[in-house]
């Protein structure tokens, strides 16, 4: 059999199976071939079924050899007894493989299933079967064994007993798969493989603060390929490791690139595979590109899923660590995409979280998911993590995910991935975005992390009484220096209260000092400047013509170091109608 190595059927010596007893291969194949021609003759179909069991390398290494040659015999005993001993082989290892007609295939395969599962084994292990359906006499055995071994192979990720058939939707695929295969060498010497990438938008400027790379396959016969059509089969192919390091000298030299036309470099993304740690050692082989170019280590960003991570635990902690005392940033990708999220970021560390696209693409369907999301990034934000929303595609999804401190956001509402050449044209002709300038990111990272549905983080240990609270505090921060002052960020509370409350509202432009009311300038405005300028911390009662007064809370929250602008958060703490006249209180300086 090719995939064994088996074509010459000498190779196998012996007409029993020294384990189980049941017909060897080469025995196997002599009485398939006239079985199955029997059964065609007859008028019915012939079936190759393939049988893998699924876990036989741990259970081996839990239990012994001993005992998983018990499950060996014990699957061997079940198949004899369902499909008769001389229609029966163990090719190798835990493969098995039975021909019959097709039309009892089907009530013996879930026979075989019920009755495994019903043994008093010490732990059932699910079993794969791939079919291969037989209808004329002219037929190659070893193709058709192939092709049921390539039938089960399609759901060696699942881990419960199922059936999988061959046909010829299977057969486009398998095709596309041995394309894709033999020639990946030439797609990457020839550039078939392009690097495209997709901004990542820093969410309170508006600038793109990183960029992720992917990867697209432009075939000569095949057309564009998506990255779901050939990265899996790379991965099965363990070619991964080729592609993941030639994404990391393309990135390398399109930093060269953008160095040269005088832009700003943000740090690039780039996702790795559980099989790059496999087939080498990817720490040192992306360590050595980056120094040979002599760029910093924080300009590559590390992706990371949560499955990658699930596989190997306490190897994979080793290579995270090993990543960022190197200095890369290190992202965990698909957050929320499986079961043991939470249990990942307790023992591993990690510079940001990657929410899944799902997240935000379930945010309008219910107020049920936006409550979830808060949470988590209010989670996120007292872990210390950076955070990253995918899928973002409109302006509400934008405001929403501003509001609850998620730092970052990517998606098709700021721009789809694209190659280099674009990302220039884009800046050629003024449709670009804008990149950060990498000596601001610390500034704006620490106004995009501030949760604006949260007062813990402004409060601290101050303790204040108020008479009528918002169920939702208002929050905003506003940005100054020494002649305007702006919005930066609000969240709808704050937008709901001042519309109702202020004649007119500062936006997010700059406005001068002196536009602004004399009124608010001498009883909001005077406490919040020295509060940017000093550091000191303000309670700010500020009463208006109808007798009521606003509590307010300002905290210095950042400096610019290139601007010299420096950003204030004010929480509305309540509104009161018997309050003193305005005044302001001192209270604790920051450190």
């Known amino acids: 059999m090719k995939e064994y190595g088996f074509e010459n059927s000498s190779a196998a010596s012996g007409l029993l199976d020294h384990l189980t007893g049941l017909p060897a291969m080469t025995l196997f194949l002599d009485l398939a071939d006239k079985g199955c021609r029997k059964i ?15 876990g036989m390398k741990n259970y081996n290494h839990k239990y012994g050899f001993a005992e998983g040659d018990s499950i060996l015999k014990a699957f061997a005993a079940i198949l004899e007894r369902l499909f008769y001993k001389d229609h029966c082989s163990r090719f190798i290892q835990d493969h098995f493989v039975v021909f ?13 299933f019920d009755e495994w599962q019903e043994s008093d084994l010490k732990q059932t292990l699910p079993i794969r079967v791939g079919v291969y359906v037989i209808d004329s006499e002219r037929f ?17 990720n699942t881990f419960i007993s199922r059936v ?26 020839e550039q078939w493989i392009q690097v495209y990438y997709q901004p990542i938008v820093r969410t309170v400027n508006g600038r793109v603060c990183d960029e992720e790379a992917l990867s697209r396959w432009v075939d000569p016969e095949r057309g564009m390929l998506a990255p779901d059509e050939f990265i899996g089969i790379l991965e099965d192919a363990h070619l991964i490791y080729k592609l993941d390091l030639y994404v990391v000298e393309q990135i390398i030299r399109k930093i060269g690139t953008m160095k040269k036309e005088g832009l700003h470099i943000v740090p690039q993304s780039v996702n790795l595979s559980r099989i790059d740690f496999e087939e080498c050692d990817i720490v040192e082989e992306i360590c050595k590109r980056m120094d040979e170019a002599g760029l910093e280590h924080s300009l590559l960003n590390i992706e990371i899923t949560e499955s990658i991570v699930a596989s190997d635990f306490d190897y994979m902690k080793t290579q995270i660590e090993r990543f960022r005392n190197l200095g890369f940033q290190v992202w965990m990708d698909d957050f929320g995409s ?15 979280i990657k929410f899944d696209m799902r997240f935000v693409k379930r945010l ?3 107020m049920n998911s936006r409550i979830i999301l808060t949470e988590l990034m209010r989670m996120a934000t007292a872990l210390g993590l950076e955070t990253v929303c995918e899928g973002i595609e409109s302006k509400e999804h934008v405001e929403f995910l501003g509001d609850i401190g998620c730092c970052k956001l990517q998606g098709y509402y700021y721009a789809k991935p694209m190659p280099l050449n674009d990302i220039l044209d884009r800046y050629r002709n003024g449709e670009q975005i804008g990149f950060e300038n990498p000596e601001e990111s610390g500034y704006f990272d620490t106004l995009g992390r501030i949760n604006l549905y949260d007062l813990d983080w402004i409060m601290a240990d101050n303790m204040l009484n108020t008479e009528r609270v918002y169920e939702s505090v208002p929050m905003v921060i506003m940005e100054l220096n020494d002649e305007a002052v702006r919005i930066v960020r609000s969240n709808a509370s704050y937008r709901d209260f001042s519309e109702r409350t202020f004649e007119r509202n500062i936006g997010k432009e700059f406005e001068r000092f002196e536009t602004i009311p004399e009124h608010h300038q001498q009883y909001f405005l005077a406490p919040m ?16 013509a109808n007798n009521t007064t606003v509590h307010t809370f300002m ?3 950042a400096c610019n170091p290139i601007s010299g602008t420096k950003s204030v958060a004010v929480a509305i703490l309540s509104v009161t109608d018997d309050a003193p006249g305005a005044s302001y209180l001192k209270n604790t300086e920051e450190p």
């Open 338 to 352: 499986g079961y043991s999220s939470l249990d990942v970021l307790q023992d591993l560390t990690f510079d940001l």
């Open 164 to 189: 999988n058939y061959y046909d010829k939707a299977l057969q486009t695929d398998l095709e596309k798969r041995d394309h894709i295969v033999s020639n990946f060498d030439r797609a990457l010497s």
């Open 100 to 112: 019959c007609s097709e039309k009892e295939s089907g009530e013996k395969i879930q026979a075989l």
């Open 364 to 366: 309008d369907d219910s």
């Open 555 to 557: 905290r210095r929250v």
């Open 529 to 544: 400047l020295q509060c940017a300028k000093s550091g000191t911390r303000m309670l700010v009662d500020e009463q208006f």
């Open 40 to 54: 065609v003759q007859d008028g019915e179909q012939a079936a190759i079924l393939f049988f893998d069991i699924c």
């Open 140 to 156: 190659d055995l070893i193709t058709a064994c192939d092709n049921a071994k390539a039938a089960s192979d399609v759901i060696r």
